[in-house]
């Protein structure tokens, strides 16, 4: 068996994808969907989405439902889309009431996750953008931005604040689009408990290669999550991981082990939208990751491989890395 990497990290799930486990239930609660996600051996955490999954419970009941089920909080994700008030912006709404309702959201999710012992909140703000030329003040709305990134992280220094960048979708264009974009709203936010979310098929969806973006945010800010996926490139497909994309794959692993990222990786897939069981998808998830992790560690410190990329010779690096993928 070839050597793994020595930062094994735990694995979490998306949780909504657990809902066709349990498709007997008309609506399937938040302990129904913990549940089935704990009969994936191997899945050791979980992040939950505020407010949805907090409709029903307390932070405190959902940390004794995920204590019984025997996993972990690795942290929670903030979802405005459920407010239709925030459907031309939350950081971005031109109405200041409404940017401070989402400002004001976002602390509680802030408040409900240390209230249960964690310290990563996602923001994907997939809702700050514009759809069409002449929609938004471009300045305004980075400012606005700047602005509110600011306030959520001062609400708790103790907490880290993760922007999860996507090209698009809902809106035509977000304002946090790629890897760069999302860097410079970093830089410019001067908080240092603010970080980078590094989504495989967001990245994939950006043009951009994994392993690179790994790199930049290690190199200029602080790389606080991993979602593990695959795609085409085209959409967020949310496909199961390395099953497009096995070198890329590799190669963020590799690279993950060169900036010594020891977070969980979480496996942000669909497999409610191919009609998926989605217990022995988690189970696939795993299963191709602990394999593509050892391919990663075979090839971490290879002199050979070393060498080739040292002068960018393709021919080579592609034979080594193809023979430590499918053998001789």
Known sequence: MPPTLP???????????FKAAVCYVSKPTVADMIGAAARVDGLDAADL???????????????????????ALNGLAMRYYTDPGFAIGAFTNPDPKVRQAAIDVTRAGIDALAAMGGDLMT???????????FQGDYARMWDDTIASLQA?????RDVKIAIEYKPNEPRAYALMPDVATTLLAVKEARRDNIGVTLDFAHVLYADEMPAHAAHLIARHSRLLGVHLNDG?????????????????TVELFVELARIGYDGVIYFDTFPDHGGLDPVEEARTNIRLTE???AVAGELTGNAELAAAIARQDA??????????LYGA
């Open 123 to 133: 923001l994907w703000m997939g809702q700050d953008g514009v759809d069409y030329a």
């Open 315 to 324: 021919a080579v690096s592609q034979r080594i890395v193809a023979r430590a």
């Open 232 to 248: 085409y490139g085209k959409r967020d497909d949310g496909l199961m991981v390395g099953t497009v994309h096995p070198v890329q």
């Open 7 to 17: 930062n094994r990290p735990r694995y979490a799930a998306r949780l909504n994808a």
């Open 49 to 71: 989405n505020y407010p949805d999954h907090f409709a029903a419970h307390s932070p405190e009941q959902v940390s004794v439902l995920l204590g019984e089920a025997g996993m």
């Open 291 to 293: 394999r593509l992790r």
């Open 152 to 156: 959520v992280a001062d609400h708790n």
